[in-house]
């Protein structure tokens, strides 16, 4: 869902790169480029970004309709 703060094996921190990555993607650079740009040398890190899928637009749904569900549930019983 969230990138995480750090790379899970060696634990340099790749967060705070993942926006400007975003964009540069969106922009339509090469992400091989873009990662050497940022400096993110190490594949282990390397692969954090690129294979992170952010979910929260695909989860959001469910979260408004499970609260519209409760809306309909809350004034039935009233
Ligand atoms: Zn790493």
Known sequence: MLIPVRCFTCG????????DYQTKLKAGEDPEKVL?????????CRRMLLTTVETIQQVIPFYESIQKRKQEVQSELD
């Open 12 to 19: 340099n921190l790749i967060a705070d790169k993942f926006d």
């Open 36 to 44: 050497n740009e940022l400096q993110i040398n190490r594949y282990c």
